[in-house]
């Protein structure tokens, strides 16, 4: 099957699709970090390093008509939370998203955002648009949160996400179902590589990490550095034993002394391949950019073990076969 991947980011998404069956025609992504990560992965890739709102269809027939238009768009504000007009840009992008879908009448939307965009009142009038301009084209809409930690994952990450159909693959549609086996800690599955220079308290701090991690975040391009999230999160992750003020670029040596209750400032950081260990990013793919960029791609990410459930289910659905059962 063939998709249109807007906003792919690094990839995660459509990595996920890939998995799924469905090959992108084009990927969309205006940041040239992401897009250097999406051609040095997938040479077969077409790759359009613009800004979505300057995208026209007709100017790309080869999108018409694909199976499935997949975004994972930068996370929307409600207006009540909005302070600057540059904020208002991620709203922007998911309208966008929606006018795409009317010239290029996919037979499947799949479109990923904050938890939120899927029963707050305060999302409601995005609601109304999205649902008003979809359903006006024939589609049938399932909203629904996940989250990545019922897909295996060591993260509580929730995700908002929008399912649009034609009513006969619609009533096929089946959303993923969670894991039976329980999530695994963030210690679980960092230890590892925590011990992989030969740091001696590996195992305890894996013993402290006992429980998931929060989601990781990628902050805004246009302000801040990398750091693991706000004041809250930070917080979080210093009980983990995990100084969540920046990103490391290793992980602790044999010589590393570590005091769990001691000073933040002290305790380790995670480093980029701990970050992509914890959104399901296999350690093959090759993250282009610095500490930083490195960081934000895979924050802003769709994790792809998560893009992979829901893309078998989307195909599923979109098969003349069947889809799967609920």
């Known amino acids: 099957m063939t998709s249109l991947e807007i906003c792919a980011g690094a990839g995660g998404l459509a990595m996920g699709l890939e998995a799924a069956g469905f090959d992108p025609v084009a990927l969309i992504e205006n940041n040239r970090h992401a897009c250097a990560t999406l051609k040095a992965n997938r040479l077969g890739w077409r790759v359009l390093e613009m800004d979505l709102l300057g995208f026209v269809a007709q100017e790309h027939p080869y999108t018409y008509d694909v199976d499935l238009l997949s975004a994972g768009l930068p996370r929307v504000k409600s207006l009540a939370a909005v302070r600057r007009a540059e904020d208002l840009h991620e709203r922007k992008l998911l309208e966008a998203a929606v006018w795409l879908t009317t010239e290029v009448r996919p037979r499947a939307v799949l479109i990923e955002n904050v938890p939120a965009l899927v029963n707050d009142g305060a ?11 979809l359903e006006h084209l024939g589609y049938v809409l399932h909203w629904r949160m996940l989250n990545a930690c019922d897909f295996g994952l060591a993260q509580d990450r929730k995700m ?11 009533a096929r549609f089946r959303w993923p179902e969670p894991s039976r086996a329980p999530a695994p800690t963030a210690g679980a599955v960092l230890w590892k590589s925590m011990a992989a220079r030969g740091w001696r308290d590996a195992v305890t701090w894996a013993a402290r990490a006992d429980r998931l991690a929060p989601a990781i975040v990628g902050g805004s391009e246009r302000r801040g550095g990398a750091d ?99």
Do not use: C
């Open 123 to 133: 999302f409601a009038e995005l609601r109304e648009f999205v649902g008003a301009e």
């Open 160 to 170: 908002g996400l929008l399912v649009a159909m034609e009513a006969e693959s619609a």
């Open 228 to 326: 693991l999230g706000p004041t809250g999160t930070k917080n979080a992750w210093a009980r983990m034993g995990i100084n969540g003020g920046g990103i490391g670029d290793e992980v602790p040596d044999a010589d590393y002394r570590w005091d769990p209750d001691g000073a933040v400032k002290d305790l380790p950081k995670l480093t980029v391949e701990q970050v992509a260990i914890l959104q399901g990013f296999p350690p093959q793919w090759m993250l282009q950019g610095g500490k930083t960029a490195r960081y934000r791609q895979l924050g802003h990410a769709t994790p792809p073990p998560v893009a992979q459930a829901l893309g078998e289910r989307v195909a599923a659905a979109l098969s003349p076969l069947g889809g799967a059962s609920s």
